[in-house]
């Protein structure tokens, strides 16, 4: 390489790539122009020889040059079943047609799974053994209660079906026989999966063990913001235990119509199931949650509106659709047990999708409402379909030995609309191959993927459904679960962050739990088992493990079981922690700041999505203040801060009066691409010499820019953008600063009332 040659370098912290113009910077540092992570300039890597073009076709060989060898001829294969043998091809170009598909099926694989761990309130983690079902439909009688203790004295009346204590005024609604959907390889994707949605809780929430759910169904009003759900349990519940688990307290009007009802303080979680969904949530503060028992093996968990009105009503919804048998099934279709109380369109679209089988879901919403338009375009526009002449959408998942068959369904106002779409339909998806039409599922072996097929159908004149089939053999099965796999650590995130609620102070108490169990602060980095390849010297600080792994089993019981996965020995960048450095962790994030910014792509990582942080551990003076070079010179010892990358720091180092005025971790603006689980510049820095706050500096609620800090002795500060640059650097050093120059600048900030921190320890 001649002198005068530049080259392109990427920061091993952001991946941004740049050129470097001088190649007299080789093996010395330069700071990132994105992050600012300081890291050496590595020589780049000579280019490889090309390799010689393939003789055109007719021309002779060189002279001299040996006779090119035959090649071998195989035998020919089936067209369908070439895909088993051959290494994959590249892809084509996706005709328009493809495309619009991509978007349908994707939008209705989301819609299913969205409707069994968003609209139900912790069904999340419901499970248990399974058991030999008939694949007839379900219809479980509710029997009024005789008698019974504790709060469940008084109980409704018998109107069949679960199903038919749903409120007339539902907008969406979904049914889940929990077993079925649980052990089918979605439901295990979702469940099995670290970051996902975990099992073992929801005996400490409700009180009473997973395996004794049955079935469930849920509606949703988007214009009033409520939920509605009632469980069916295979055995009369435990009142008193669930009484307990939940903290029932007497609703303070007392019983209706002679109906008792309580409430439990879980509006934290029932708002974020409620905006997850879209759903109204009446403001960001907490709102409690209404619990009755229909009878003892019938729970109904709700919001207090709904339950007032349908307690008013005699807990006996009015029935808009006719019993069997006071209706026909003629042109518009035999009509089920259930759903007879809901809009009769919603009804007839829910019948379709399950037929003679029980669905392991099924979910239906009403079109007629905006809000509910919207959240379903990207499935109407790409099918034409006329938003005006279609009245219900509906999507559902049915197990069929060891994997299953999706459905959508439409139901339209007239026979000639759904006649239209189902002619559009069978032009655009029969005939092709299903893998490139599944953007949800994107499996890394993608040339092995079980193909499904695909039916179309005009059922009752009105009502069209479309079915999805995939091979029932267990490959096919362990395929679903595995492409499935970072989509439900997607969803999870997504349900965690739906409350928009600010979690700094819970990461602040893990923070402080932390150090005092370890009686001191992690190092920056996690040590890293060394092998030959770098002849026994240490990684650098960016193949290492962050920090911020370390906090995880001090924030709740769902963040400890990632903990548990991570393997902290080895890169960050290892399959498996990817795969879990991929979980959102609320306290991590500001979950004001745009979705888009909850989750960061890696050029390196192509394909690979990676959760984000909002927040740095602080190293101290000097934008290589964590580097061990830095802090092994005698000249920088008043510029060190808590963190280094290679060494913990106890927090003794830290004088107790001055544990209040000293910076662990700052909120850092989310313009940058930080994952919480990688070590180096992307979770620890260190600040500037001058203007030392201005890359802390992030827009806050009232208007303000600062940033928020977390201190040694657990309390939280904000800091404002004017605070002097002496004041804030002594407060990034572990010497701290002044008490007396701090307080009037940066004040301790209380956390908000009820907002008390569920902090687990190991």
Not at 333 to 351: C, H, N, Q, Y
Not at 422 to 438: A, T
Not at 614 to 633: E, K, M, S, T, W
């Amino acid at each position: 390489m001649a002198a005068s040659d530049g080259f392109k370098t990427a920061c091993p912290s952001c991946d941004m790539e740049f050129p470097i113009l001088d190649p007299s910077l080789i093996g010395t540092k330069i700071d990132c122009p994105r992050c600012k992570y300081r890291f050496v300039v590595e020589a780049p890597e000579p280019p490889k020889p090309k390799t010689p073009a393939p003789p055109k076709a007719g021309a002779k060989p060189a002279a001299g040059s040996p006779p090119a060898a035959k090649a071998k001829v195989g035998p020919k294969l089936p067209p369908r079943d070439q895909d088993d043998y051959r290494k994959p091809k590249v892809k084509k170009k996706a005709k328009k047609s493809d495309s619009n598909t991509v978007v349908i099926w994707g939008s209705v694989l989301v819609v299913v799974i969205l409707g069994l761990f968003g609209v139900y309130f912790g069904l999340k983690y419901l499970t248990g053994p399974e058991q030999p079902r008939p694949r007839t439909p379900v219809v479980q009688a509710i029997t009024p209660a005789t008698g019974g203790t504790g709060p469940a004295a008084v109980v409704g009346p018998n109107i069949g079906d679960i199903s038919n204590l749903l409120p007339g005024n539902a907008e969406a609604m979904a049914q889940v026989v929990v077993k079925d959907w649980l052990t089918s390889p979605l439901g295990r994707a979702g469940v099995e999966t670290r970051g996902a949605f975990r099992l073992d809780a929801f005996e400490q929430r409700f009180g009473f063990k997973a395996s004794a759910v049955e079935r469930l169904v849920v509606a949703a009003n988007s214009a009033e913001g409520w939920l509605f759900a009632v469980l069916r349990a295979v055995e009369p519940f435990d009142q008193e235990k669930v009484r307990k688990r939940l903290g029932l307290q007497p609703a303070p009007e007392g019983p209706i119509q002679g109906q008792a009802y309580f409430l439990a303080d879980v509006g934290d979680w029932l708002r974020n199931v409620s905006q997850w969904l879209g759903v109204a949530a009446g403001g960001s503060e907490p709102r409690p949650l209404a619990v009755r028992w229909h009878d003892p093996q019938t729970l109904l968990l709700a919001d207090v509106a709904p339950m007032k009105a349908f307690l008013q009503a005699g807990s006996k919804p009015a029935l808009q659709t006719p019993p069997p048998g006071q209706a026909g099934g003629t042109a518009t279709g035999p009509v089920s047990e259930r759903f007879l109380t809901v809009k009769p369109a919603l009804k007839r679209i829910l019948d379709r999708l399950m037929a003679q089988e029980t669905a392991a879901i099924a979910v239906a919403v009403d079109l007629s409402v905006p809000a509910w338009q919207q959240a379903l375009q990207p499935v109407l526009t790409p099918l034409e379909a006329p938003v005006r002449e279609v009245e219900a959408f509906g999507a559902s998942f049915t197990r069929q030995g060891e994997t299953g068959v999706f459905r959508l369904g439409l139901e339209c106002q007239v026979a000639d609309t759904a006649q239209s779409l189902d002619r559009r339909l069978r032009q655009k998806l029969l005939g092709r191959e299903w893998l490139p039409l599944l953007p949800f599922l994107q499996p890394q072996d993608s040339a092995n993927a079980p193909l499904p097929s695909i039916s179309v159908s005009q059922q009752f004149q009105t009502s069209l459904v479309v079915s999805l089939s995939f091979p029932g053999s267990a490959e096919a099965a362990n395929w679903l679960r595995r492409t499935a796999q970072p989509t439900m650590v997607y969803l999870r995130g997504l349900l965690d962050m739906a409350s928009g609620r600010p979690r700094v102070f819970e990461l602040a108490q893990g923070l402080k739990a932390s150090v005092e169990q370890s009686k001191g602060f992690p190092p920056g980095t996690l040590e890293r088992r060394r092998d030959d390849s770098r002849l026994g010297r240490p990684f650098p600080p960016n193949e290492r493990v962050s920090w911020m792994v370390t906090l995880l089993p001090y924030l709740g019981p769902e963040q400890a079981f990632v903990y548990n996965g991570i393997n902290t020995t080895v890169s960050w960048r290892d399959p498996d922690n990817l795969a879990l450095g991929a979980s959102l962790v609320p306290m991590f994030l500001d979950p004001r700041s745009p979705r888009s910014t909850w989750w960061v792509t890696l050029p390196s990582l192509p394909g690979r999505r990676l959760a984000a942080t909002h927040f740095v551990g602080i190293a101290g003076v000097g934008l290589d203040a964590a580097d061990p070079d830095f802090r092994n010179d005698p000249a920088n010892k008043d510029k060190l801060g808590v963190f280094s990358y290679d060494q913990a720091t106890p927090i003794t180092a830290v004088p107790e009066g001055r544990r209040s005025t000293t910076i662990v971790v700052a909120q850092v603006p989310p313009t940058f691409k930080r994952p919480w689980i990688a070590g180096g510049g992307a979770t620890v820095m260190g600040v500037p010499e001058t203007r030392s706050v201005q890359p802390f500096l992030v827009p806050q609620p009232d208007g303000k820019k600062g940033t928020l800090a977390l201190m040694a002795d657990g309390s939280v500060r904000f800091i404002p953008a004017d605070i002097p640059d002496e004041v804030f650097k002594a407060m990034c050093t572990l010497q701290g600063a002044d008490p007396a120059q701090v307080d009037p600048i940066a004040p301790i900030q209380t956390p908000p009332a009820g907002r008390g921190p569920a902090v687990a320890g190991r």
